[in-house]
């Protein structure tokens, strides 16, 4: 099946500063999501980015579908923020392609 | 409702017992979906339900675990027998239309406890 590699797995950062998440993939997709889980476990949609760039206040994410990544953008951090950030995809064809694989996420911590 | 809710939040039983856990998509919402997931895991599919037939239910475990939806809205996964390797968060998700691209929205979970 479908792989998705997301990195970093850790990340740090004082409140304020800018980050990007990371997430490949390893066949053509139909749909990826972008979530954040907050620390009391909700699964929160930030993007559905199959293709292409979209922005949402302090959050944009893009993704090259030819090139099998997308990458999420936090700016101007909020300890609000904190939590585990997922990609997760649905391969363009075959067998799964109806239900989402995740990555294994990135753990975003920021401090004030 | 407003989002996707299942019930109990929390659920702790015994190894052996059988348990039920309920997902009430969002209103209108067609498709329907469970996945589980383990400590510093990201979520792994169980079962996806267009209607009320189970589309795909390849990433059942194994068959102690059955999910329904007889009526074509609220879903309930059961597991027979239960064994302390089936604690986990299980998670409904439901999407307003069955199709690859949907954008699948997700309920709260379920904790589950196999002492």
């Known amino acids: 099946g479908i792989q998705v590699e997301q990195s970093p797995p850790d990340l740090i950062l004082q409140e304020g500063a800018n980050s990007t998440l990371r997430c490949n993939f390893s066949?053509?997709?139909?749909?990826l999501q972008w979530f954040h889980q907050n620390p009391w476990g909700q699964l929160i949609n930030l993007f559905y980015?199959?293709?292409g760039t979209k922005q949402n206040g302090r959050l944009s994410a893009t993704t090259v579908a030819t090139e099998r990544y997308s990458l999420l953008y936090i700016s101007s951090s909020q300890t609000t923020d904190s939590g585990v950030y997922f990609c997760?995809?649905?391969?363009?064809?075959?067998?799964?392609?109806?239900?989402?694989?995740f990555g294994k996420g990135t753990k975003l911590s920021v401090i004030p | 409702g407003a989002g996707v809710s299942q019930t109990p939040s929390n659920k702790v039983t015994e190894k052996g017992k059988y348990v039920e856990l309920r997902c009430d998509p969002i209103?209108?919402?067609?498709?329907l979906y469970w996945y589980r997931q383990s400590l510093g895991q990201g979520p792994e599919f169980l079962i996806y339900?267009?209607?009320?037939?189970?589309?795909?239910d390849s990433g059942l475990p194994n068959d102690r675990f059955f999910a329904v939806r007889p009526e074509g809205s609220v879903s309930t996964l059961k597991i027979q027998r239960t064994e302390r390797g089936d604690s986990a968060v299980y998670l409904c998700?439901?999407?307003?239309?069955?199709?690859?691209?949907?954008?699948?929205?997700f309920g709260p979970g379920t904790r589950l406890l196999v002492l």
């Open positions: 998700a439901s999407s307003l239309y069955f199709g690859a691209q949907e954008t699948q929205y």
């Open positions: 339900f267009q209607g009320t037939g189970a589309a795909d």
């Open positions: 209103s209108g919402h067609t498709a």
């Open positions: 980015i199959p293709s």
């Open positions: 066949d053509s997709v139909n749909n």
């Open positions: 997760a995809v649905a391969p363009y064809s075959g067998a799964g392609s109806y239900q989402l694989t």
